[in-house]
């Protein structure tokens, strides 16, 4: 028995606690929130052991591995303090507000032997890792361009109430929606080597983002677009898709199915004709133990719980892969902050329409 | 299960069981007027686009009516109170018609916490007001009648739409149930039971993708002889626990059946996924969508065929 301790039981602890509960080979030992009305009717009525203190509740029980849920600004404090107990740690996206203090996090677990992983449940689904298979054995040949979208109704008027409305906790489109596709992105071809033209803008909000939209500039020539709005009803719910351009063939995948189309030059590949082959999630998707909202929660679960067991397994969502992606959202942000950089034509630019002067860039340009 | 009427495969009366407490043997779902297609999102975008017309929806519940079928097993969405609207002010032509209401819409709910947090919501769906605020002042833990007060209110709240039409059935959907009972929060369906049996004459019933482990705990929480709604298909597509378990506990446990996702969402033959639902013994009812009058017809006939 695995003994897991869940701290931070808001919209994702508490169904991060339905699934790992139900898991045969773990053993939910404590759970840990500031909010005294969550632990008492938990405590009341599950028999779970509750603690408004995380580190009394370190200092009380045993524990092998902790899962962390709360808003993203604790998340450092807290996953330091684990990793300095010799605790496996799964933690929640993003890992933390600065690539820096990710990466050093990275760098902790792997020096202690530990195992990590963040919550970026879309590497768990059946359609994505299907393309992830596909670019992995050269289905499409050297891939040139990729598309990486996520739109969804969260946003949909000025004031919000909870720390997702306000930057400076890790609320934001960027930090809570766009992080999703950047990460499969960086999943898909690699780590960035620099982004430009970066919008974050507002629709409703008045503390944060609700739309971003950048060009991300991959290794090997790989260029990227990156579009995401949160404030956008026409989708029921949150809905990504990601688009890889080869110069055999496309691949476009979100989380019910991917499209495959193979030029008549491609390579062979069994089950994919030339021309369009559609996959289903249904014929993709491994069968889970528990179902509470999409097979990817539960399968990254079991995946941490399998790994604890057996470290030597190959790992998805490590700390050091998700520092990538908090790499990136911090060039957004950068990049965003520094204003547009235009091209115009000579004597064409007018005052009303030139952008503002670019201030120098903490990150320099491409040449 | 028994029928009245003679009927052949192709046409003819309603497809009810009068004089049994049974349920229907086909229940009529509501996914695709909502944009809900598990298997494609393009599908799913062309359906909210022409079901977003009132009169779009009604003209399938109709073909659905006119080909026997007597029950929408509906959301508790904003838009389906537009429907209980125009079937409550026509009673003959929608005569021996029910609802049977699957609540909570969650991604009411998730949204609502993602703004307001996990009390700003039920804040904001709780009537009476204030009432949990002066729960939650001074922090002190909830009490048992004060979760039952929460449950039933929030029960309530989603049940006032349907005032004026049947609703012989009240289910609990899947995402609470599941949510529930990873949890181990078991009380909470005996709850949800009682009330919905004492203040609305109606069967409880319980959504669920984890039906050999559900059902343990309706035992626990002394529910018996339970109705549950879960997927159940030859593929085994989302039948949390395997297929083997779910035959197992449709052989041997005592409990009312009933299946969705019968197709797997399009990934199975009609005829072939019927032919293996109805080669499982005690499936008591199936509920599935279809936005096509000829799909509904082809699925009605099927059914008639099996069955008989």
């Known amino acids: 028995m695995i003994r897991v301790g869940v701290v931070g039981l808001g919209k994702m602890g508490l169904s991060h606690l339905s699934m790992i509960r139900a898991h045969p080979d773990v053993s939910v030992e404590a759970v840990v929130d500031s909010a005294g009305y969550i632990l008492g009717v938990l405590s009341k009525y599950t028999g779970l052991k509750t603690f408004t203190d995380f580190e009394k509740m370190l200092d009380s029980v045993e524990l092998d591995a902790v899962l962390i849920a709360t808003p993203t600004r604790f998340h450092a404090a807290m996953v330091r303090t684990a990793l300095d107990r010799g605790l496996h740690v799964f933690c929640e996206k993003p890992l933390t507000l600065t690539a820096a203090e990710s990466a050093e ?121 990156l579009s995401v709005n949160w404030s956008d009803e026409s989708y029921r719910k949150m809905t990504t898709r990601v688009s890889i351009f080869g110069t055999q063939g496309k691949i476009i995948a979100d989380r019910q199915e991917i499209q495959v189309y193979l030029r008549s030059t491609a390579p062979e590949l069994e089950g994919y004709e030339p021309g369009w082959t559609i996959k289903s999630t249904t014929e993709l998707t491994d069968e889970v133990w528990f179902y509470l909202r999409g097979e990817e929660y539960s399968a990254q679960l079991d995946h941490f719980v399998q790994r604890i067991g057996d470290p030597s397994l190959p790992a998805t969502n490590d700390f050091a892969s998700a520092a990538i992606t908090d790499r990136i959202i911090e060039l957004l942000t950068a990049d965003a902050a520094a204003g547009p950089a235009t091209t115009t034509l000579v004597g064409e630019t007018t005052a009303s329409t030139a952008p503002k002067a670019r201030r120098g860039s903490l990150l320099g340009r491409r040449s | 299960m028994s029928t009245t009427a003679p009927r052949t495969a192709d046409s003819g009366g309603p497809l009810t069981t009068p004089g049994s407490s049974k349920l229907d043997p086909v229940l009529f779902g509501d ?248 080669a499982q013994p005690g499936i008591e009812s199936i509920v599935f969508g279809a936005s096509s009058r000829s799909h509904i017809e082809s699925t009605v006939a099927l059914v008639r065929e099996f069955e008989n």
């Open chain 1, 105 to 225: 996090l990275a760098a902790v677990a792997a020096v202690r032997g530990l195992v990590t992983q963040v919550g970026y449940h879309n590497r768990f689904v059946g359609t994505f890792r299907e393309a992830k298979r596909l670019l992995e054995g050269g289905a499409i040949g050297r891939v040139t361009h990729l598309q990486a979208e996520s739109y969804g109704p969260v946003v949909l008027k000025a004031k919000g109430t909870t720390w997702r409305s306000k930057r400076t906790e890790g609320g934001g489109c960027l930090y809570d929606y766009a992080a999703h596709p950047l990460d499969l992105a960086t999943w898909f071809v690699g780590n960035a080597t620099g982004v430009g033209g970066t919008i974050l803008g507002s629709v409703f909000s008045e503390n944060t983002e609700d739309e971003v939209y950048s060009t991300i500039y991959f290794a090997d020539g790989v260029s990227g677009q």
């Open chain 2, 31 to 278: 996914n695709q007027f909502f944009g809900i297609n598990h298997r494609s999102e393009e599908k799913a975008r062309e359906q909210a686009m022409r079901f977003q017309d009132l009169d779009a929806i009604m003209a399938v519940i109709d073909d659905a009516y006119a080909s026997g079928i007597r029950t929408l097993m509906c959301t508790t969405h904003d838009r389906i109170a537009d429907v209980v609207e125009r079937v409550r002010a026509d009673p003959e032509r929608y005569d021996g018609f029910s609802f049977f209401p699957c609540m909570p819409y969650a991604h009411k709910y998730a949204d609502a916490v993602t703004e307001n947090g996990i009390l700003g919501a039920l804040n904001r769906f709780m009537p009476g007001e204030g009432m949990l605020n002066a729960m939650m002042r001074g922090g002190r833990s909830l009490a048992k009648k004060d979760i039952e007060g929460i449950i039933t209110l929030l029960v309530d709240a989603e049940m006032a739409g349907f005032a004026g039409v049947r609703t012989p059935v009240v289910w609990l959907q899947n995402v609470v149930v599941d949510l529930l009972l990873g949890l181990g929060f078991t009380d909470a369906f005996a709850i949800f039971a009682n009330h919905v049996r004492t203040r609305y004459g109606a069967e409880p019933g319980f959504i669920t993708m984890n039906l050999p482990m559900l059902l343990d705990h309706l035992d626990q929480a002394g529910i018996e002889n339970p109705l549950v709604c879960s997927n159940i298909n030859k593929i085994g597509f989302r039948m949390s626990g395997g297929v083997e378990a779910y035959q197992d506990a449709l052989a041997k446990r005592p409990f009312r059946a009933v299946a969705m996702s019968v197709f797997a969402s399009g990934a199975i033959p009609p005829r072939e996924a019927l032919e293996w639902i109805y």
